[in-house]
Each structure stands twice: as C-alpha cells, then as structure tokens.
C-alpha cells in the first residue's frame, strides 16, 4: 500500500540551485569553446593567409635576347677576341615585356656598346660577370628616346657566354 502524503506534511519545493549550476557551466563552456575556436582558427587563419600572400611570388616574365656576337676591346698582348653570348631580361609583367621587344634595336644597341667596351679580362671572372650584369641592368632600365617612363627590369641572366 502506497502511503500519501497528507496535507499536514509540507512538500519540499524543488531547488532551483542545481538548474543554475549547470546553465552556468555550460555557458562558460560555450564561451570557453567560442574563445578557443576564435584564437585558434580565425587568427591563426588571419596568420597564414597574410603570410601566404608575402609568399605568392610576383609573376616573373622571361624576354630572351637574340645571340650577341661582339669583339672585345684588345688586350695589350693578346690577339683579336670575341664574345658570344644569349642574355635573358627578366620583367615583372607582360607588358614591360611587349615595351622591350617593341623597342628591341634600341634595346640590343645600348647592350653591344657596353659587351664591345669591355677587354676579355675584366668580364672572365664572376666578379667581372656581376659588374656586367650591373651594368646592363642600368643601361636597359634607362627610358627609350621618346619616352619618360623607365622599364622595371628584376633581372639579366646569361644563358650562353663563350669567349674566344
């Protein structure tokens, strides 16, 4: 027999102190949870894109010379040399690179006064080789007759240079 409760007793209310604890605890957890998620995915996204960006490389355009073929100044006792080298022009977009083929004779013109000024032994060594390129670079960034604007070379690369 089930004994009932008679209406002398009291019935104890149910607390509402457990109810809070847990709200509370899963909220902080919740927050807790968007904090970590905040930190380490979009930060550390906001990280690696940034740094993805610095990494993407400029497109590089490559505009290849035809062969140069030049005497060299004489050496005091050496006999007659020459030079034959291919010089690659690095720019840093296509339409640099339709400016410089467009200006091609003025182009090869300022390189083969600079290759035929020079003696055998100023351009046999590396030393000799950066100067050259140094040089170039300077004479080929230089704005064409006609024009203000200079052209934006990155880089003179040699693919051939055979000195005889």
Same mark, same amino acid.
């Given at each position: 027999?089930?004994?009932?409760?008679?209406?002398?007793?009291?019935?104890?209310?149910?607390?509402?102190?457990?109810?809070?604890?847990?709200?509370?605890?899963?909220?902080?957890?919740?927050?807790?949870?968007?904090?970590?998620?905040?930190?380490?995915?979009?930060?550390?996204?906001?990280?690696? *894109? +940034?740094?993805?960006?610095?990494?993407?490389?400029? &497109?590089?355009?490559? %505009?290849?010379? @035809?062969?140069?073929?030049?005497? !060299?100044?004489?050496?005091? *006792? +050496?006999?007659?040399?020459?030079?034959?080298?291919? &010089?690659?022009?690095? %720019?840093?977009? @296509?339409?640099?690179?339709?400016? !410089?083929?467009?200006?091609?004779? +003025?182009?090869?013109?300022?390189?083969?006064?600079?290759?035929?000024?020079?003696?055998?032994? @100023?351009?046999?060594?590396?030393?000799?080789?950066?100067?050259?390129?140094?040089?170039?670079?300077?004479?080929?960034?230089?704005?064409?007759?006609?024009?203000?604007? @200079?052209?934006?070379?990155?880089?003179?690369?040699?693919?051939?240079?055979?000195?005889?």
């Amino acid at each position: 027999m089930a004994i009932a409760p008679s209406e002398d007793q009291p019935v104890k209310p149910k607390s509402k102190k457990m109810l809070f604890i847990i709200i509370g605890v899963l909220l902080v957890l919740a927050l807790g949870g968007g904090a970590a998620y905040y930190f380490l995915v979009v930060k550390a996204g906001d990280k690696s *894109s +940034e740094s993805s960006k610095s990494k993407v490389p400029e &497109i590089q355009v490559f %505009v290849p010379l @035809e062969i140069f073929t030049v005497n !060299l100044r004489p050496e005091a *006792s +050496e006999p007659q040399q020459y030079l034959q080298t291919m &010089i690659n022009l690095q %720019v840093s977009s @296509e339409e640099t690179a339709a400016a !410089l083929k467009g200006r091609m004779p +003025e182009l090869r013109n300022r390189i083969l006064f600079i290759l035929t000024n020079k003696k055998a032994s @100023e351009i046999t060594s590396v030393d000799g080789k950066n100067a050259l390129i140094a040089e170039i670079t300077e004479q080929v960034q230089k704005p064409f007759s006609g024009s203000e604007a @200079e052209q934006k070379i990155t880089g003179v690369y040699f693919t051939s240079f055979i000195i005889q």
